[in-house]
């Protein structure tokens, strides 16, 4: 039957997105890494919060090896048009960043306040859009 995806292959499917979850990478778990209530009180703090935010939560799916799924996503959205890695994008705005995080998009999963609290996601916004005003 045309369209109809049998019971093996949904298994091989969901078998390799499970290989991708999120995992970090650098070996930190969510209560090494902790929840920031209050941002940081300095820019680099902040900065530095924001890496370690993105290390933790983003890496896996958008670090910058092509294989990565995120970045193959975008490699192939823009096809060399903008960077496909984030932390190579100049053109990326917080309030872009939090809607993208806070939503999801396709495959990408949504993330909660009690994942990525909003004092982390200030400091992830500042991060990966460095140039950027705050809003």
């Known amino acids: 039957m045309r369209g109809v995806i049998s019971a093996p292959i949904w298994g091989l499917l969901f078998t390799a997105l499970a290989s991708f979850a999120q995992a ?3 070996g930190l778990t969510s209560r090494e890494l902790g929840i920031l209530q209050e941002p940081p009180s300095t820019r680099a703090e902040l900065l530095s919060r924001g890496e370690a935010v993105y290390d933790y939560w983003c890496r896996t799916c ?3 090896e092509p294989i990565k799924p995120g970045t193959a996503a975008l490699q192939a ?3 060399g048009a903008l960077p496909a890695s984030l932390t190579e994008r100049t053109d990326l705005t917080p309030a872009f960043v939090r809607l993208m995080v806070r939503e999801g998009i396709s ?3 949504f993330f ?3 994942e990525i609290s909003n ?3 200030d400091a992830l916004a500042a991060y ?3 140039g950027a005003s705050a809003n």
Request: hydrophobic share 35%.
């Open 112 to 114: 909660r306040p009690t």
């Open 24 to 26: 970090p990478e650098d």
């Open 107 to 109: 495959m990408m999963p």
């Open 62 to 64: 958008h670090g910058a």
């Open 119 to 121: 004092a982390d996601m």
């Open 128 to 130: 990966l859009a460095p």
């Open 77 to 79: 959205k823009y096809q």
